[in-house]
């Protein structure tokens, strides 16, 4: 049984950093696209992030990119996100999601994902 657990969320002022993590279980990580998304209420599921199977290849959303970055340590099976210059409307519930996919790329849409952790929120303050 595939498990996906998300940590690291938390309260962060604006301009701040907060590393969230991802670690999984009965799957072959090395074999998987690993990505973020975020939902803030009311509004849509979207991508923040997602990592091809080896780590080479990876794409982010427009509103993270340059401030967020996403690796990802197969020893480990944990995906990560580091969340630098935090603003008010990253505040979300982050998930992560994983795809079986030998390719080397990643998967930018939800639909493609067939596993989901629980989500950690994270909250910036203005």
């Known amino acids: 049984q595939v498990h996906l657990v998300e940590s690291g969320g938390g309260l962060v002022q604006t301009g701040g950093s907060l590393r969230l993590s991802c670690t999984g279980s009965g799957l072959t990580f090395d074999g998987y696209t690993i990505a973020w998304f975020r939902q803030a209420p009311g509004k849509e599921r979207e991508v923040v992030s997602c990592v091809s199977r080896s780590g080479a290849a990876t794409r982010y959303g427009d509103t993270v990119r340059g401030r967020f970055t996403i690796s990802r340590d197969n020893a480990k099976n944990t995906l990560y996100l580091q969340m630098n210059s935090l603003k008010p409307e990253d505040t979300a519930m982050y998930y992560c999601?994983?795809?079986?996919?030998?390719?080397?790329?990643?998967?930018?849409?939800?639909?493609?994902?067939?596993?989901w952790g629980q989500g950690t929120q994270v909250s910036v303050s203005s």
């Open positions: 999601a994983a795809a079986p996919n030998l390719g080397s790329f990643c998967y930018d849409s939800q639909y493609e994902y067939d596993y």
